[in-house]
């Protein structure tokens, strides 16, 4: 049985020291628009600042910041000549600066960036002579590493501005307690994993509700498939240790002033078990305190 957590622990980590966010990404997956939402909410953000000056703006501002605390937001991208090689020097200088240094990922779908890409009548920046999709592929190709440092990472193919704006908010204001934001995602493995997927849970070892004929037009919204699923032998043992195995998880994030995470539960098709299982999970985790929990399905109705 977990303890349940105090109120007082939801405090937010407010260290005295400069809070740096790095804002970076695929180009057309919403840097700009991200940037312009933190601005609104009084970060100081510099787009395309040469990496080799990021402590010197840093310093800098924190030396007219004192009574209020840094939050300066540094836009990154492939037009910084060198790089992969600056930006992680950089990186590297502010943490051992005492920097609070976090680093926000935006993401789409390769053939999502490219419509964006067409609509905008503009080119990638890094296509050359090619076409749009082999500078998305180079692009990719070289910001694998900082990927993977992220602290966040959104995926906005299904973002639209106001969608992004409103998400860029929710996961950096940093007013009253500390509320973790947890999204439960259910998805099909046959149209692929989620590229923002915090941690995963597969759900394949349910009895699949498709081959029962009165089932298979439903979804797991609907209560004969939920009622179906969360009957089967083990799902309410692997809920409960899902849950369980999760709370050391959501406190580490509030030590870490990690706000946001993406619980994907994946089956086969998106449609039933996945479903039923995200919708017990969510109803779940909102029983915890310090929990902002939304619920939705990727591949539902995509049949």
Same mark, same amino acid.
């Given at each position: 049985?977990?303890?349940?957590?105090?109120?007082?622990?939801?405090?937010?980590?407010?260290?005295?020291?400069?809070?740096?966010?790095?804002?970076?990404?695929?180009?057309?997956?919403?840097?700009?628009?991200?940037?312009?939402?933190?601005?609104?909410?009084?970060?100081?953000?510099?787009?395309?600042?040469?990496?080799?000056?990021?402590?010197?703006?840093?310093?800098?501002?924190?030396?007219?910041?004192? %009574?209020?605390?840094?939050?300066?937001?540094?836009?990154?991208?492939?037009?910084?000549?060198?790089?992969?090689?600056?930006?992680?020097?950089?990186?590297?200088?502010?943490?051992?600066?005492?920097?609070?240094?976090?680093?926000?990922?935006?993401?789409?779908?390769?053939?999502?960036?490219?419509?964006?890409?067409? %609509?905008?009548?503009?080119?990638?920046?890094?296509?050359?002579?090619?076409?749009?999709?082999?500078?998305?592929?180079?692009?990719?190709?070289?910001?694998?590493?900082?990927?993977?440092?992220?602290?966040?990472?959104?995926?906005?193919?299904?973002?639209?501005?106001?969608?992004?704006?409103?998400?860029?908010?929710?996961?950096?204001?940093?007013?009253?307690?500390?509320?973790?934001?947890?999204?439960?995602?259910?998805?099909?493995?046959?149209?692929?994993?989620?590229?923002?997927?915090?941690?995963?849970?597969?759900?394949?070892?349910?009895?699949?509700?498709?081959?029962?004929?009165?089932?298979?037009?439903?979804?797991?919204?609907?209560?004969?498939?939920?009622?179906?699923?969360?009957?089967?032998?083990?799902?309410?043992?692997?809920?409960?240790?899902?849950?369980?195995?999760?709370?050391?998880?959501?406190?580490?994030?509030?030590?870490?002033?990690?706000?946001?995470?993406?619980?994907?539960?994946?089956?086969?098709?998106?449609?039933?078990?996945?479903?039923?299982?995200?919708?017990?999970?969510?109803?779940?985790?909102?029983?915890?305190?310090?929990?902002?929990?939304?619920? %939705?399905?990727?591949?539902?109705?995509?049949?």
């Amino acid at each position: 049985m977990t303890t349940p957590v105090e109120p007082s622990e939801l405090e937010p980590v407010k260290p005295p020291r400069t809070e740096v966010l790095i804002i970076t990404g695929m180009s057309g997956a919403g840097r700009t628009t991200a940037a312009h939402a933190l601005e609104d909410q009084g970060w100081y953000v510099v787009d395309n600042l040469p990496p080799q000056l990021f402590v010197t703006m840093s310093q800098l501002i924190s030396k007219t910041t004192e %009574s209020t605390g840094l939050k300066l937001a540094l836009v990154v991208d492939v037009r910084s000549k060198e790089f992969f090689t600056s930006v992680q020097e950089a990186m590297h200088q502010l943490r051992v600066d005492g920097t609070e240094l976090r680093v926000l990922f935006l993401d789409a779908d390769d053939a999502v960036l490219v419509r964006r890409f067409e %609509s905008g009548r503009r080119p990638h920046p890094l296509q050359g002579d090619g076409r749009i999709n082999d500078g998305i592929g180079r692009e990719r190709e070289l910001l694998e590493d900082l990927r993977d440092q992220a602290e966040l990472i959104l995926d906005t193919s299904k973002m639209n501005v106001h969608d992004l704006t409103k998400a860029t908010r929710d996961l950096f204001s940093d007013q009253g307690p500390i509320v973790l934001r947890i999204n439960v995602l259910s998805f099909g493995f046959k149209y692929g994993v989620p590229q923002d997927a915090n941690f995963l849970a597969d759900v394949r070892f349910i009895p699949n509700p498709h081959w029962v004929p009165e089932l298979r037009p439903l979804t797991g919204l609907d209560e004969p498939v939920s009622e179906f699923v969360l009957a089967k032998p083990g799902v309410n043992i692997f809920l409960d240790h899902y849950v369980q195995a999760l709370h050391p998880v959501m406190e580490g994030y509030r030590a870490e002033n990690k706000h946001y995470a993406t619980l994907a539960i994946g089956c086969t098709g998106g449609k039933h078990r996945s479903v039923a299982i995200a919708e017990e999970l969510g109803r779940r985790l909102r029983q915890q305190p310090g929990l902002k929990v939304t619920i %939705s399905h990727r591949d539902r109705g995509r049949e």
